[in-house]
Protein backbone atom coordinates (compact mmCIF):
# COMPACT_ATOMS: atom_id res chain seq x y z
CA UNK A 1 0.00 0.00 0.00
CA UNK A 2 1.03 3.46 -0.83
CA UNK A 3 2.03 5.15 2.68
CA UNK A 4 3.56 8.39 1.21
CA UNK A 5 1.02 11.42 2.95
CA UNK A 6 1.34 14.97 1.69
CA UNK A 7 0.76 17.55 4.14
CA UNK A 8 -0.50 20.99 3.03
CA UNK A 9 -0.54 23.17 5.94
CA UNK A 10 1.48 26.34 7.80
CA UNK A 11 4.59 25.65 9.86
CA UNK A 12 2.25 25.21 13.19
CA UNK A 13 2.80 22.82 16.54
CA UNK A 14 -0.13 20.94 15.21
CA UNK A 15 1.13 20.38 12.10
CA UNK A 16 4.43 19.32 13.59
CA UNK A 17 2.22 17.30 15.99
CA UNK A 18 0.68 15.59 12.95
CA UNK A 19 3.41 15.11 10.87
CA UNK A 20 5.28 12.97 13.94
CA UNK A 21 2.19 11.23 14.25
CA UNK A 22 1.96 9.84 10.80
CA UNK A 23 5.98 9.04 10.64
CA UNK A 24 4.82 7.21 14.28
CA UNK A 25 2.26 5.33 12.36
CA UNK A 26 4.89 4.55 9.43
CA UNK A 27 3.72 6.98 6.97
CA UNK A 28 6.12 8.88 4.96
CA UNK A 29 5.45 12.63 5.06
CA UNK A 30 5.78 15.61 3.05
CA UNK A 31 4.77 19.30 4.34
CA UNK A 32 4.24 22.04 1.68
CA UNK A 33 2.99 25.86 2.82
CA UNK A 34 0.98 26.33 -0.37
CA UNK A 35 -1.23 25.49 -3.04
CA UNK A 36 1.58 26.85 -6.02
CA UNK A 37 4.31 24.19 -4.69
CA UNK A 38 1.70 21.21 -4.08
CA UNK A 39 0.34 22.00 -7.54
CA UNK A 40 3.84 21.63 -8.72
CA UNK A 41 4.71 18.03 -7.11
CA UNK A 42 1.47 16.76 -7.69
CA UNK A 43 2.41 16.95 -11.19
CA UNK A 44 4.68 14.66 -10.69
CA UNK A 45 4.39 12.55 -7.75
CA UNK A 46 1.45 10.59 -6.72
CA UNK A 47 0.91 10.34 -2.42
CA UNK A 48 -1.87 7.87 -1.54
CA UNK A 49 -3.38 10.96 0.99
CA UNK A 50 -3.74 14.82 0.70
CA UNK A 51 -4.13 16.58 3.75
CA UNK A 52 -4.94 20.12 3.20
CA UNK A 53 -5.35 22.85 6.02
CA UNK A 54 -8.58 25.08 4.90
CA UNK A 55 -7.07 28.70 5.19
CA UNK A 56 -3.66 28.48 2.87
CA UNK A 57 -1.40 31.99 1.85
CA UNK A 58 -2.41 31.74 -1.94
CA UNK A 59 -5.72 29.64 -2.19
CA UNK A 60 -8.55 27.97 -0.03
CA UNK A 61 -8.14 24.38 1.01
CA UNK A 62 -11.43 24.32 -0.76
CA UNK A 63 -9.76 25.85 -4.15
CA UNK A 64 -6.78 23.84 -3.81
CA UNK A 65 -8.94 20.23 -3.58
CA UNK A 66 -11.10 21.83 -6.73
CA UNK A 67 -7.94 21.87 -8.38
CA UNK A 68 -6.53 18.91 -7.81
CA UNK A 69 -9.72 16.90 -8.09
CA UNK A 70 -9.54 18.26 -11.90
CA UNK A 71 -6.47 17.50 -12.50
CA UNK A 72 -5.91 13.60 -11.61
CA UNK A 73 -8.13 11.35 -11.91
CA UNK A 74 -6.42 8.56 -9.86
CA UNK A 75 -5.68 11.00 -7.02
CA UNK A 76 -9.24 11.06 -4.81
CA UNK A 77 -8.27 10.92 -0.90
CA UNK A 78 -8.38 14.37 0.27
CA UNK A 79 -8.89 15.25 4.28
CA UNK A 80 -9.71 18.40 4.89
CA UNK A 81 -8.09 20.59 8.30
CA UNK A 82 -9.73 23.17 10.42
CA UNK A 83 -13.17 23.41 9.59
CA UNK A 84 -14.71 25.71 11.73
CA UNK A 85 -19.04 24.43 10.79
CA UNK A 86 -21.17 22.00 9.59
CA UNK A 87 -21.42 24.44 6.13
CA UNK A 88 -17.33 24.01 5.95
CA UNK A 89 -17.89 20.29 5.96
CA UNK A 90 -20.64 19.88 3.65
CA UNK A 91 -18.41 21.61 1.38
CA UNK A 92 -15.98 19.47 1.93
CA UNK A 93 -17.66 16.65 1.21
CA UNK A 94 -19.01 17.82 -2.01
CA UNK A 95 -15.47 18.14 -3.13
CA UNK A 96 -15.51 14.05 -2.80
CA UNK A 97 -13.08 15.13 0.51
CA UNK A 98 -13.16 10.78 2.12
CA UNK A 99 -12.56 12.86 5.39
CA UNK A 100 -13.12 16.47 7.31
CA UNK A 101 -11.96 17.47 10.55
CA UNK A 102 -13.38 20.19 12.98
CA UNK A 103 -10.93 22.19 15.40
CA UNK A 104 -9.69 21.58 17.32
CA UNK A 105 -8.51 17.93 16.77
CA UNK A 106 -7.19 15.07 18.43
CA UNK A 107 -3.90 14.14 16.29
CA UNK A 108 -3.60 10.35 17.05
CA UNK A 109 -7.67 10.40 16.68
CA UNK A 110 -6.85 11.54 12.81
CA UNK A 111 -3.90 8.97 12.20
CA UNK A 112 -5.79 6.77 13.03
CA UNK A 113 -8.83 7.82 10.47
CA UNK A 114 -6.33 8.67 8.07
CA UNK A 115 -5.00 4.80 8.26
CA UNK A 116 -8.42 3.33 8.23
CA UNK A 117 -9.29 5.80 5.01
CA UNK A 118 -6.44 4.18 3.18
CA UNK A 119 -6.80 0.53 3.44
CA UNK A 120 -10.79 0.94 2.98
CA UNK A 121 -9.75 2.78 -0.14
CA UNK A 122 -6.83 0.87 -1.01
CA UNK A 123 -9.00 -2.92 -1.25
CA UNK A 124 -11.55 -0.64 -3.46
CA UNK A 125 -8.87 0.64 -5.64
CA UNK A 126 -7.77 -3.13 -6.29
CA UNK A 127 -11.42 -4.35 -7.17
CA UNK A 128 -11.19 -1.33 -9.66
CA UNK A 129 -8.14 -2.54 -11.22
CA UNK A 130 -7.65 -6.80 -12.54
CA UNK A 131 -4.46 -7.96 -13.84
CA UNK A 132 -4.09 -11.31 -15.63
CA UNK A 133 -0.99 -12.17 -16.44
CA UNK A 134 0.41 -9.02 -18.68
CA UNK A 135 -3.16 -8.28 -19.20
CA UNK A 136 -5.00 -4.92 -17.45
CA UNK A 137 -8.34 -4.09 -17.27
CA UNK A 138 -8.64 -0.93 -15.56
CA UNK A 139 -12.84 -0.31 -14.52
CA UNK A 140 -12.16 3.38 -13.50
CA UNK A 141 -10.86 4.48 -16.78
CA UNK A 142 -12.75 2.18 -18.95
CA UNK A 143 -9.31 0.70 -20.42
CA UNK A 144 -7.45 -2.12 -21.37
CA UNK A 145 -3.83 -2.85 -21.50
CA UNK A 146 -2.19 -5.73 -23.14
CA UNK A 147 1.20 -6.28 -22.35
CA UNK A 148 1.43 -2.36 -22.01
CA UNK A 149 -0.21 -1.38 -25.17
CA UNK A 150 -3.77 0.24 -25.18
CA UNK A 151 -6.79 -2.05 -26.39
CA UNK A 152 -9.48 -0.12 -28.36
CA UNK A 153 -12.07 -2.53 -27.21
CA UNK A 154 -15.91 -1.62 -27.62
CA UNK A 155 -18.27 -1.54 -24.83
CA UNK A 156 -19.54 -5.08 -24.86
CA UNK A 157 -15.91 -6.45 -25.60
CA UNK A 158 -14.73 -4.41 -22.39
CA UNK A 159 -17.91 -5.97 -20.57
CA UNK A 160 -16.85 -9.39 -21.92
CA UNK A 161 -13.25 -9.38 -20.60
CA UNK A 162 -14.38 -8.13 -17.60
CA UNK A 163 -16.21 -10.87 -16.68
CA UNK A 164 -13.46 -13.24 -17.94
CA UNK A 165 -10.70 -11.79 -16.18
CA UNK A 166 -13.06 -11.39 -13.10
CA UNK A 167 -14.00 -15.44 -13.09
CA UNK A 168 -9.93 -15.99 -14.37
CA UNK A 169 -9.25 -19.78 -14.54
CA UNK A 170 -13.12 -20.42 -14.88
CA UNK A 171 -15.00 -22.30 -17.36
CA UNK A 172 -17.70 -19.68 -18.44
CA UNK A 173 -20.65 -20.97 -20.39
CA UNK A 174 -21.85 -19.62 -23.37
CA UNK A 175 -24.98 -19.65 -21.83
CA UNK A 176 -23.53 -17.58 -18.41
CA UNK A 177 -21.53 -15.26 -20.85
CA UNK A 178 -25.01 -14.44 -22.23
CA UNK A 179 -26.80 -13.72 -18.99
CA UNK A 180 -23.76 -11.62 -17.51
CA UNK A 181 -22.35 -9.60 -20.92
CA UNK A 182 -25.79 -9.44 -22.86
CA UNK A 183 -28.82 -9.78 -19.99
CA UNK A 184 -29.98 -12.43 -21.14
CA UNK A 185 -30.72 -11.58 -24.24
CA UNK A 186 -31.14 -14.93 -26.37
CA UNK A 187 -32.03 -13.54 -29.43
CA UNK A 188 -28.26 -13.06 -29.39
CA UNK A 189 -26.98 -15.98 -30.15
CA UNK A 190 -24.50 -18.32 -29.57
CA UNK A 191 -22.51 -17.21 -32.88
CA UNK A 192 -22.40 -13.41 -31.76
CA UNK A 193 -20.59 -14.58 -28.48
CA UNK A 194 -18.17 -16.59 -30.65
CA UNK A 195 -17.70 -13.38 -32.89
CA UNK A 196 -17.07 -10.87 -30.12
CA UNK A 197 -14.56 -13.57 -28.61
CA UNK A 198 -12.83 -13.55 -31.88
CA UNK A 199 -12.86 -10.08 -32.01
CA UNK A 200 -11.17 -9.33 -28.70
CA UNK A 201 -8.53 -12.07 -29.30
CA UNK A 202 -7.65 -10.03 -32.45
CA UNK A 203 -7.20 -6.85 -30.56
CA UNK A 204 -5.51 -8.19 -27.68
CA UNK A 205 -2.39 -9.80 -30.60
CA UNK A 206 -0.22 -12.28 -28.80
CA UNK A 207 -2.65 -12.03 -25.71
CA UNK A 208 -5.58 -13.23 -27.33
CA UNK A 209 -4.21 -16.44 -26.26
CA UNK A 210 -5.14 -15.78 -22.91
CA UNK A 211 -9.04 -16.52 -24.26
CA UNK A 212 -9.37 -20.91 -23.82
CA UNK A 213 -12.01 -22.43 -26.14
CA UNK A 214 -13.72 -24.89 -24.31
CA UNK A 215 -15.26 -26.93 -27.42
CA UNK A 216 -19.20 -26.60 -27.28
CA UNK A 217 -18.93 -25.32 -24.16
CA UNK A 218 -17.93 -21.95 -24.02
CA UNK A 219 -14.51 -20.33 -22.83
CA UNK A 220 -11.72 -19.33 -20.41
CA UNK A 221 -9.28 -16.84 -19.52
CA UNK A 222 -5.85 -18.10 -18.12
CA UNK A 223 -2.45 -16.47 -17.68
CA UNK A 224 0.45 -17.24 -19.98
CA UNK A 225 1.81 -18.93 -17.46
CA UNK A 226 -0.98 -21.50 -17.03
CA UNK A 227 -0.62 -21.76 -20.84
CA UNK A 228 0.94 -25.04 -22.18
CA UNK A 229 3.16 -24.88 -25.18
Not at 9 to 36: C, I, K, M, W
Not at 86 to 108: H, K, T, W, Y
Not at 196 to 212: D, F, Q, S, T
Request: glycine share 6%.
Amino acid sequence: MNQNILIVASESVQTQGLVRGLRGASFSTHLLPDARSTLGLLRNWMPAAVIIEKALPDLSGFDLCRIIKSESRTLSIFVLLLLDDVNDQLSAFELGAADCVMQPFNIRKLVLQIRNLLWSIGDSVAREVLKVGDLILDRARHEVRAASCVVQCTPKEFVLLDVLMERSGRLQTREQLLNDVWDGDYEIGPRAIDRHVCCLRAKLGPLGRYIETIPSVGYRLVSHAKISA
